[in-house]
């Protein structure tokens, strides 16, 4: 029996075991298309090749398994920012590229491209398959990449001459491995010796803290990173741009190690005696782990699970190569072995300035009479999350909306709010995946209430996709932070210029709730403050997919604020 080229491709995946596909259906992907179908694998088209690959990046960053994200050669240079954005959170997308003949490569074929190079410097792993029997050894190949070690995404180009040729339905079987079905990823166990150098630091610590990176999420490690806060009372802290590790509510979690998002965590930073980063990397979040950012006076331990990621880390004072799930079982070992001995002061000293922090954050923010009646971006991320239920998922998107809306989220945590999960930009603070990340989001937790909070700008980047939860049935509420324009961007113009103005940031004043119901949905708009919880509750009661409009007064974040003051060396640098 023989089958297209597509088709053979759509088996392999089926054999790792992908459970969805995303797309924007083209000519050149339609023998893989109809391989998918014969798979039953589902498939959903999205109307712009950068919403499909957000939305499978938003799919694989939930699940913490490789979902596909298909494309034509045209469409491969739209996908092409979604690739950046999983590249930067390490998210181990499969990007396939139906592409020109290879027949005629190199001799202009319609619509030839290099895709291969281009997407080289974004994925882990970027291979032009050579013939149609090799097509399931590249798919194996790319899975293993993707998800071994420093996880990423990868890229494969399949010709179109081979996607629509036919070949033998068992092509390769007869080479090893025989099969290739999704395996475990092999996972770094540390060096007994190398471990107990740092086991031995951390054990005559007295103001030790934890930073958990991804590395954390991608290991499935993050119920161990609570446990090991919780019972031994060391302080844990999160990369910026990442979603959550810790429910902000738990006791161990202070917020993110970004002195200007959360001004606490510069006091634990130059005050303690070892920092523990896992999974983690020094880069410019991280002030590449130099001072101020990590005084010398503090030994700086890096933990990463490959050493790839430990590359990135040169700065540190140990490394140790390590699985996060392993080190962390190590690390809570300390205290059944009676090796522990530290008591909860340092750590209550942190949960205090935690406290003092959100008190006097929220007596600064400033009052309707100052800010002309509409409310400040900080409250409004407040006021949404207080409509929202435990189990519910949370999306944030765009500039200074995306910042406030961190701080929000740690007052509120620490006000005992929880969420079912939060999803944001990554290291690129990409504008526009918020609406993507959310219908992936209801798409893997359908019986979930999920909210997303947009600026303005970052909805006009990609609210496009706002489409595909029409087309799939899967309702999502929109919160638009709507202050008339690049608000991140025009606050810095205004510090920067010489003569104190903004330019060419401005919006016109843009009704998107009358968007959403011209296409089926539900909108509201708001312009007196107090009316947003309650139009927030209706939204998410009308079943539909929604959108609420909110007036908002524009109010410079901190951690933007740094980059227009003297520059101090910080995260942000």
């Known amino acids: 029996m023989k089958v297209r080229g597509g088709a053979l491709l759509a088996r392999a995946f089926q054999e790792k075991g992908v459970k969805q596909v995303f797309t924007l259906s083209g000519g050149f992907c339609n023998p893989a298309l109809e391989g998918f179908m014969q798979c039953e694998i589902p498939v959903i088209n999205a109307p712009h090749e950068q919403v499909a690959g957000h939305l499978a990046d938003g799919y694989t960053r939930i699940n913490r398994q490789p979902a596909v994200c298909l ?53 882990k792993y970027s291979a032009q398959i050579t013939h149609g029997e090799r097509i399931p050894e590249f798919v194996d190949r790319a899975w293993t990449i993707a998800t071994t070690g420093y996880p990423g995404p990868v890229h494969l180009s399949l010709p179109v001459d081979i996607m629509f040729s036919s070949f033998d339905i068992g092509a390769g079987r007869d080479e090893r491995p025989f099969s290739r079905t999704a395996s475990r990823p092999p996972r770094a166990w540390p060096c007994p010796e190398d471990l107990d150098i740092i086991l031995n630091q951390l054990e005559i610590a007295q103001r030790p803290i934890l930073i958990g990176g991804h590395g954390v999420w991608w290991a499935n490690a993050e119920r161990k990173l609570e446990e090991v806060g919780q019972a031994l009372g060391i302080p844990v802290f999160n990369v910026p741009y990442h979603q959550k590790l810790l429910g902000e509510e738990v006791e161990a979690y202070m917020g993110l190690a970004d002195i200007h998002q959360y001004p606490p965590s510069k006091y634990a930073l130059h005050n303690s005696d070892l920092v523990i980063m896992i999974g983690g990397r020094l880069d410019n979040q991280m002030n590449f782990g130099n001072p101020p950012f990590f005084p010398a006076t503090t030994q700086l331990v890096c933990v990463n699970g490959s050493h790839e990621e430990l590359q990135l880390n040169r700065a540190a004072d140990i490394q140790l190569l390590s699985d996060a799930n392993a080190f962390l079982d190590a690390v809570r070992g300390l205290e059944d072995a009676g090796r522990w001995t530290l008591d909860r002061s340092w750590f209550e000293l942190n949960r205090k300035l935690r406290g003092e922090w959100v008190a006097k954050t929220l007596a600064d923010i400033p009052s309707l009479e100052e800010t002309g009646g509409k409310p400040h971006p900080l409250q409004v991320a407040l006021d949404v999350q207080s409509a929202m239920g435990d189990d519910d998922w949370l999306v944030i998107d765009g500039g200074n909306t995306h910042f406030w809306s961190e701080i929000a989220i740690n007052i509120a945590g620490y006000q005992g709010q929880k969420l079912g999960n939060i999803l944001h930009p990554g290291t690129f603070s990409m504008l526009g995946v918020g609406v993507s990340f959310g219908i992936a989001s209801k798409l893997t937790h359908p019986d979930s209430n999920v909210v997303v909070i947009s600026g303005d700008g970052a909805f006009l980047s990609g609210g496009l996709s706002i489409e595909a939860a029409f087309q799939e049935k899967l309702p999502i509420v929109v919160v638009i932070d709507n202050n008339g324009g690049l608000d991140c961007i025009s606050q810095q113009q205004e510090r920067l210029f010489e003569n104190g103005t903004h330019f060419a940031t401005d919006f016109r004043d843009i009704p998107f709730h009358t968007m959403f119901e011209g296409l089926g949905g539900y909108g509201e708009l708001v312009e007196n403050p107090a009316d947003l919880v ?18 908002t007064k524009g109010y410079i974040s901190p951690i933007v604020l740094a980059t227009t003051s003297k520059r101090d060396k910080a995260s942000i640098e």
Not at 539 to 549: E, M
Request: aromatic share 6%; hydrophobic share 45%; proline share 7%.
């Open 71 to 123: 494309v034509g050669p045209e469409g491969f240079a739209n996908a092409v920012p979604a690739m950046m954005e999983a590249w930067g959170e390490r998210s181990p997308v499969i990007f396939i590229t139906g592409s020109s003949t290879l027949k005629r490569q190199g001799s202009g074929g319609f619509k030839e491209i290099d895709d291969v190079a281009i997407a080289a410097p974004l994925t």
């Open 534 to 551: 309650p139009a927030v509750k209706r939204a998410i009661a009308s079943g539909k997919t929604a959108c609420v409009n909110v007036k």
